[in-house]
């Protein structure tokens, strides 16, 4: 685990680096006191070029979002051994930024709107290149996530949304938001100094202020290509430099996107449940994060083509007005099979096999399944003592019956201490 300092005692990790707590609010007072930094003049992001004529459209103008990207390209060039080798990588594999475009095609728009909007480097938009060749279903074995492979605390510190049913980290909106507000944090963490920034995302802030402060003692340069860092960190820049490069000099085919929304995303209220399959295949691919899909349970928003916007307001607004608000588990229990589960719970197999992305009649003892319920509030009850599921069905005005099943019961018999499930409706 690398440590920022003994006062700040979390990690910041993204990418491929692991994280073992939840990070604590930034703060400035470093054990390791480093002087501020003056990044090389390769490490800066300067001013493009100026031409002698100005061009007759803006960046958001163009029709292709590369051309957008492109035209505001500030980082200089960098000609080191280790980006020229990677930019011999991807000229020796020209299938490659096909398939990127492909995938990132949905995405891009909205990831260079976000960056512009914040003012930073529109390199800052490859990065998911790097991170997940643009895969907003990556995951790797050290747990990160999502087009920006972001870990569960580091995502969950900056405000993102996980749950059983929910991951905001392969989200575009939540994941792009809190993956540039952890580089600007570093950014200022940084001086100002866009590769030692690029490189903490990938390996944690403490790795790289160590590298720095070992260098200064040493009087070497704290050049990032200088720094002792991990074998990935020091790959991972040259890897962002080199598709800068490409696409700077239009050395390779960058398969145009067009530069206008791809995707919007619907509020969703309480949960949808998207029974018609011919109603979904073509969201599905776009919300990788709603975990339990066709069953939308948690999601904030439910990502749509912005074609068909309209369409999908309509028919979600339909479905909120008679699907399922609230969800229960079952774990599954010796003798339960789909259609015995189902009849106790009055819903069709086909539903249960929907509610949990079955693809077959199949279940084991130990299991777990969502199964819906139709209400207005969920309550936790704690069972104090002299209490019965009689006197807590009275006090609730529901049935024992109801009590057991959304709790999954086998008998009456309670336990002071133990914590029931209520289901109420307002009608």
């Known amino acids: 685990m690398y440590r920022i300092s003994a006062l700040l005692v979390f990690m910041f990790l993204a990418g491929c680096q692991s994280m073992s707590s939840k990070p604590q609010p930034p703060i400035n007072n470093d054990t390791i006191k480093t002087e501020a930094q003056s990044p090389s003049v390769s490490e800066k992001a300067v001013p493009p070029s100026v031409q002698p004529k100005q061009p007759q459209q803006t960046p958001q103008q163009v029709d292709d979002v590369w051309q957008r990207i492109r035209m505001q390209l500030s980082f200089a060039d960098s000609t080191h051994p280790d980006v020229m080798k990677r930019v011999d990588w991807y000229l020796s594999h020209p299938n490659y930024m096909d398939e990127i475009s492909r995938r990132a095609e949905p995405y891009l728009y909205h990831i260079v709107t976000e960056v512009e909007a914040r003012n930073l480097p529109i390199e800052l938009a490859l990065m998911p290149l790097i991170e997940s060749d643009f895969d907003a279903s990556a995951y790797s074995h050290k747990h990160a996530s999502g087009l920006w492979q972001l870990t569960p605390s580091l995502a969950q510190y900056f405000g993102v949304k996980i749950t059983p049913w929910y991951d905001g980290r392969q989200d575009v909106f939540d994941s792009t938001a809190a993956a540039l507000d952890f580089i600007e944090y570093l950014y200022k963490r940084f001086d100002g100094n866009w590769y030692h920034t690029i490189a903490a995302y990938n390996v944690g802030e403490g790795?790289?202020?160590?590298?720095?402060?070992?260098?200064k003692k040493a009087g070497k340069s704290t050049d990032f290509f200088a720094l002792k860092l991990p074998k990935q960190t020091r790959k991972y820049v040259p890897k962002l430099l080199a598709a800068v490069h490409l696409l700077k000099h239009e050395k390779m085919d960058f398969p145009a996107i067009d530069n206008s929304p791809a995707i919007s995303p619907l509020p969703i209220k309480g949960a949808v449940i998207l029974a018609d399959k011919s109603q979904w295949q073509d969201v599905q691919d776009l919300n990788h994060g709603v975990i339990r899909f066709p069953a939308i349970i948690d999601a904030p928003h439910l990502v749509v083509p912005k074609a068909k916007q309209q369409h999908w307001q309509q028919a979600i607004a339909k479905q909120q007005s008679s699907d399922y608000s609230q969800w229960q588990h079952y774990t599954i229990a010796k003798g339960d099979s789909l259609s015995v589960i189902a009849e106790r719970y009055a819903l069709s197999v086909k539903q249960l096999?929907?509610?949990?992305?079955?693809?077959?009649?199949?279940?084991?003892?130990?299991?777990?399944?969502?199964?819906p319920v139709l209400a207005d509030e969920q309550i936790e009850h704690k069972v104090s003592s002299g209490e019965s599921l009689w006197k807590i069905a009275r006090h609730y005005q529901v049935s024992i019956a109801k009590l057991k099943q959304w709790n999954n019961l086998s008998s009456n018999i309670l336990q002071v201490g133990d914590t029931l499930t209520v289901f109420l409706s307002r009608s």
């Open 353 to 371: 096999k929907t509610f949990n992305n079955l693809s077959s009649d199949r279940i084991r003892i130990g299991d777990k399944l969502i199964l």
């Open 207 to 215: 790795r790289v202020r160590n590298a720095i402060a070992a260098n």
